[in-house]
């Protein structure tokens, strides 16, 4: 058994918290409305580090640890978006919170789309952070871009998924998604790999990717949320030297969101938070107030 001691940031509170008999980790933050933080992968709560303090001088900074990653459980099962939305909703309910704003990325942008399409009554802003638009159809473009998302495959392949995400493919990841290379430390990548150490988490980065290939990207092409219309205040923020989406990936909403603003940040890759975090706090705290 992989023993991770939790690094330390200044000022932010640890809970476990049972959601349906899911035992999630939550890092939690200052006082003011709640705005929950969604990481992606291959990270965990941590992802949050250099914002955390920032944006908990305004909001109640909710930070979970999403099924499968970090220090939540990593059951055998769930690792679809629905699921881990009501996974999201299940452990606000515990904490007590009815209406919150979002900021997500990568997965956790994923999740931030379902809570807002779900929930508009909910949820009060939301700020996708590198992450593909639900609304995406089959175009000549957007199928073009298929082979920057080679690591979907990568990590769902029955033989050689479970062997690269134990290690390879996460190190890999956190190294050459950042443009801003300096900012993603040594320690930093360790902290966020070491968890796939553990059989569970590596066969949950499988299953991850696994269902995203075979179950979610096909509807999502097919035009699953075709008549889904996103009524809650938006805004898209990413990075333009991301490596896996380029900026009109993450924009394409045609006539289907009601408020939607676009924000780029030069010279920022996948991990806008680590690479360039007082941007992302000025935008955040601007949308949101």
Not at 78 to 101: Q, S
Not at 121 to 137: K, M
Not at 199 to 225: D, F
Request: with cysteine.
């Amino acid at each position: 058994m992989v023993v991770r001691e939790m690094p330390i940031a200044d000022g932010v509170e640890h809970r476990y918290v049972d959601v349906d008999g899911l035992r999630m980790h939550v890092a939690l933050a200052g006082a003011g409305e709640p705005l929950v933080l969604l990481h992606g992968w291959p990270q965990h709560w941590w992802q949050w580090r250099h914002v955390i303090g920032p944006l908990s001088q305004h909001y109640r900074v909710i930070c979970p640890d999403l099924r499968g990653l970090g220090w939540t459980d990593a059951p055998s099962h769930g690792y679809i978006p629905g699921t881990m939305a009501d996974d999201v909703i299940g452990l606000l309910d515990r904490l007590g919170v009815e209406r919150f704003h979002v900021l997500g990325h990568d997965w956790g942008g994923l999740i931030g789309y379902l809570l807002a399409l779900r929930y508009p009554h909910r949820v009060q802003r939301y700020i996708a952070l590198n992450t593909a638009s639900p609304f995406l159809r089959p175009t000549a473009r957007v199928l073009a871009g298929g082979p920057r998302l080679w690591h979907i495959v990568a990590n769902a392949a029955p033989v050689l998924g479970p062997r690269i995400a134990s290690s390879a493919m996460p190190k890999w990841a956190l190294r050459h998604w950042t443009y801003r290379s300096a900012t993603m430390t040594s320690t930093d990548r360790q902290i966020f790999s070491v968890q796939f150490e553990e059989p569970a988490r590596a066969r949950a980065t499988v299953s991850y990717y696994r269902n995203l290939l075979l179950r979610e990207i096909p509807r999502l092409l097919a035009g699953q949320y075709r008549w889904s219309r996103l009524t809650v205040p938006t805004l898209v923020l990413a990075g333009d030297r991301d490596p896996l989406f380029p900026i009109s990936a993450l924009a394409e909403f045609g006539s289907r969101a009601t408020d939607l603003r676009v924000a780029v940040m030069p010279d920022v890759g996948h991990f806008p938070a680590t690479e360039q975090p007082a941007r992302v706090v000025e935008h955040a705290v601007r949308f949101l107030s």
